[in-house]
């Protein structure tokens, strides 16, 4: 499948944009394995210029195998700019499983995720909703003892599985981020991220440059 992807992409005539992230992620323990998350972001597009989405998480982990499987449930609310040039109410359910192992200062992460998004039919129809994307990504993340510095490199697959026109994997996102540890609780990460549209119509190439503060309490 990733093969096919990247020969429609290299094939297909595209387009650029760039845009900015701006996000606040919040770690709560809840005592034991499981954990509560609060997620807010900001996002922008069309060069900077147009205010894209604004999205609303929260989700409970688990982690179990000597830390070596997490499973999580996500709730969103999102309020996205669409295709008819209004900003559309969406609410979007995710259910993921991630496998961690270590090798010396290197740590490996398979994430497979399924996601529900529920969209707006008083806003106009919509040919599938919700729409089910079922998402895998593998993440590399290099931490050296002591050091306040931690570097990651991410590449994700979407595939919307119940489109019948579509069906297919169509969009890879590769994202490069640099984590600074302010204090104990908090840490700054800085990144850059690429999306990349396959086997659709009009592909677009989407750069983001991004900044979120981690909080873990």
Request: aromatic letters at 14%; one cysteine or more; a positive charge.
């Amino acid at each position: 499948m990733l093969l096919g992807a990247v020969t429609a992409y290299a094939q297909s005539g595209r387009t650029t944009d760039f845009g900015g992230i701006a996000s606040t992620e919040i770690g709560i323990g809840l005592g034991g394995p499981f954990q509560l998350s609060v997620e807010e972001e900001l996002r922008c597009n069309h060069d900077f210029a147009r205010f894209d989405r604004w999205l609303n998480s929260v989700g409970v982990d688990y982690t179990c195998l000597n830390n070596h499987i997490n499973i999580g449930l996500t709730a969103d609310y999102i309020r996205r700019h669409n295709k008819r040039d209004y900003y559309e109410n969406r609410s979007r359910l995710g259910l993921q499983v991630t496998y961690t192992e270590k090798y010396r200062r290197l740590k490996f992460r398979v994430r497979s995720k399924a996601t529900f998004t529920f969209l707006d039919e008083r806003t106009g129809e919509h040919r599938v909703n919700p729409r089910l994307y079922w998402r895998n990504r593998l993440k590399i993340t290099y931490h050296r003892p002591k050091s306040r510095f931690k570097y990651a490199l991410s590449t994700e697959l979407f595939w919307l599985t119940n489109d019948p026109k579509k069906g297919y994997i169509d969009n890879l996102r590769t994202t490069l981020s640099m984590d600074y540890r302010l204090t104990r609780n908090y840490s700054l990460s800085a990144f850059v991220r690429m999306d990349n549209d396959l086997q659709v119509k009009e592909p677009v190439d989407r750069f983001f440059l991004g900044m979120t503060l981690k909080v873990k309490y």
